[in-house]
């Protein structure tokens, strides 16, 4: 079973590059979110979908933009690459709020430059 | 002031023993906690799930809610090296914003 699938694993940019993440799910969620991790600050919502075609900022959505033309895929794209932007990133979906669990994918390493 | 604050740790603690995690919170409109486990360099996993006040148990963890006080605690009974990683809790209010906020996460070693 796949459930949530992040590519690429590890990437390194250069400040001012843009680059996107993907996220696809195999479980028919309607809802997806990213997250980025930071060491010791837990983690931060950037975007989140109740479904397709339909998108909400969350915590910390500055310098990044998503969209959700399918129920399986939600990619973050990351304009103007900055140093800030060095995080681990994290995709995740849920079906529903009643069981309170949300699927994670492995993560993806970012560093800039 | 943060929406949900958790110690950071690190706790380390000898194998056997019994681990308590806590967090607190200022939104009253949270009705959902959870605990997700992650292991290092993995994505979080669920590990106990909550609705409103109580107690849960699983095994050997047990999960509590104290609305009043705005606190939730995990606890961990015969602590095993398996166990050490970073535990999170999370929340969602019942406002159908889906937005699941989370703890900064507490890193648990126990040592065998």
């Known amino acids: 079973n796949a459930g949530v699938t992040q590519t690429p694993k590890f990437r390194i940019l250069k400040i001012g590059q843009s680059m996107t993440l993907q996220c696809a799910q195999d479980m028919n969620h309607n809802y997806m979110y990213w997250y980025r991790q930071d060491p010791g600050m837990g983690l931060k919502l950037i975007y989140y979908?109740?479904?397709?075609?339909?998108?909400d900022k969350g915590e910390v959505p500055n310098g990044y933009n998503v969209s959700r033309s399918t129920t399986e895929d939600f990619p973050l794209r990351l304009e103007l690459a900055a140093p800030s932007q060095t995080s681990v990133y994290f995709c995740?979906?849920?079906?529903?709020?009643?069981?309170?669990?949300?699927?994670f994918g492995e993560g993806s390493r970012l560093t800039v430059l | 002031q943060k929406e949900v604050e958790q110690d950071p740790g690190p706790l380390s603690v000898p194998e056997g023993a019994i681990v308590s995690l806590n967090c607190t919170y200022s939104n009253s409109a949270f009705q959902y906690f959870m605990w997700y486990r992650q292991y290092s360099r993995k994505g979080p996993e669920l590990l106990m799930y909550?609705?409103?006040?109580g107690n849960k148990e699983d095994g050997r963890f047990t999960a509590q809610v104290d609305k009043s006080s705005k606190y939730i605690s995990l606890f961990i009974r015969d602590s095993q090296p398996s166990d050490s990683a970073t535990y999170l809790c999370?929340?969602?209010?019942?406002?159908?914003?889906?937005?699941?906020?989370f703890g900064t996460g507490t890193r648990l070693k126990v040592l065998a």
């Open positions: 909550t609705y409103s006040s």
């Open positions: 995740a979906s849920t079906a529903s709020r009643d069981t309170g669990e949300l699927f």
């Open positions: 999370a929340m969602l209010s019942l406002s159908g914003t889906y937005k699941y906020i």
């Open positions: 979908s109740v479904g397709a075609g339909i998108t």
